[in-house]
């Protein structure tokens, strides 16, 4: 194999296995909830949880172009 053909070779690979989507984080249910004012409140951290996962998602994607988690 030509050192070109090597190169489309690596250029069109598909990009490893080993870097799987992130996958969201689970939303606690609604009686989770003490009702106490928690500081953070379980939701607190849980919105929080979320901006992580939305942003690694994106960074996923940037590596994937084309597929769908």
Excluded at 29 to 43: L, T
Aim: charged share 30%; with cysteine.
């Amino acid at each position: 194999m030509t050192e070109s053909q090597q190169n489309t070779k690596a250029e069109g690979a598909a990009a490893p296995s080993s870097d799987p989507p992130p996958t969201p984080p689970q939303r606690p249910d609604d009686e989770d909830c003490c009702g106490q004012g928690c500081v953070p409140c379980i939701f607190d951290l849980y919105d929080e949880a979320m901006g992580r996962y939305r942003e690694e998602l994106a960074a996923w994607k940037e590596r994937h172009p084309g597929e769908s988690p």
